[in-house]
Protein backbone atom coordinates (compact mmCIF):
# COMPACT_ATOMS: atom_id res chain seq x y z
CA UNK A 1 0.00 0.00 0.00
CA UNK A 2 1.87 3.19 -1.16
CA UNK A 3 -0.69 5.80 -0.46
CA UNK A 4 -2.38 7.04 2.80
CA UNK A 5 -6.02 6.70 3.01
CA UNK A 6 -8.14 9.67 3.88
CA UNK A 7 -9.01 10.04 7.38
CA UNK A 8 -12.33 8.58 8.63
CA UNK A 9 -15.14 11.52 10.23
CA UNK A 10 -17.49 9.96 12.12
CA UNK A 11 -20.07 12.51 13.59
CA UNK A 12 -21.73 12.14 16.74
CA UNK A 13 -25.24 12.42 14.27
CA UNK A 14 -24.09 8.97 12.42
CA UNK A 15 -23.54 7.30 16.44
CA UNK A 16 -27.12 8.44 17.27
CA UNK A 17 -28.38 7.12 14.17
CA UNK A 18 -26.38 3.34 14.16
CA UNK A 19 -27.17 3.38 17.93
CA UNK A 20 -31.04 3.94 17.12
CA UNK A 21 -30.42 1.29 14.48
CA UNK A 22 -29.10 -1.42 16.59
CA UNK A 23 -31.21 -0.62 19.62
CA UNK A 24 -28.23 0.45 21.57
CA UNK A 25 -28.22 3.27 23.82
CA UNK A 26 -25.73 5.43 23.70
CA UNK A 27 -25.28 8.75 26.68
CA UNK A 28 -25.04 12.12 24.99
CA UNK A 29 -21.91 12.51 26.55
CA UNK A 30 -20.17 10.31 25.21
CA UNK A 31 -21.06 9.82 21.44
CA UNK A 32 -18.04 12.16 20.60
CA UNK A 33 -15.84 9.76 21.86
CA UNK A 34 -17.75 6.39 20.33
CA UNK A 35 -17.37 8.62 17.28
CA UNK A 36 -13.77 8.14 17.46
CA UNK A 37 -13.54 5.26 18.16
CA UNK A 38 -15.66 4.24 15.30
CA UNK A 39 -13.49 6.73 13.20
CA UNK A 40 -10.62 4.74 13.98
CA UNK A 41 -12.17 1.22 13.81
CA UNK A 42 -12.71 2.83 9.94
CA UNK A 43 -9.28 3.12 9.54
CA UNK A 44 -8.42 0.03 10.25
CA UNK A 45 -11.07 -1.54 8.34
CA UNK A 46 -9.57 0.22 5.50
CA UNK A 47 -6.13 -1.29 5.94
CA UNK A 48 -7.28 -4.87 6.09
CA UNK A 49 -9.51 -4.51 2.96
CA UNK A 50 -6.55 -2.71 1.12
CA UNK A 51 -3.98 -5.84 2.08
CA UNK A 52 -3.62 -8.00 -1.22
CA UNK A 53 -2.80 -11.20 -0.06
CA UNK A 54 -0.28 -12.93 -2.46
CA UNK A 55 -1.50 -15.90 -4.46
CA UNK A 56 1.43 -17.88 -3.02
CA UNK A 57 0.28 -17.81 0.60
CA UNK A 58 -0.18 -20.50 2.01
CA UNK A 59 -3.01 -21.42 4.98
CA UNK A 60 -1.84 -21.58 8.73
CA UNK A 61 -1.97 -25.10 9.87
CA UNK A 62 -4.15 -26.57 11.93
CA UNK A 63 -2.98 -28.38 15.11
CA UNK A 64 -4.98 -31.19 16.69
CA UNK A 65 -4.41 -32.42 20.23
Known amino acids: MSERSEPVHVTEETVERLADHAGVQIPAP ?5 AQHLAGLLMNV ?8 PETTEPAPTFQP
Open 30 to 34: SRAAV
Open 46 to 53: RLVEAFVV
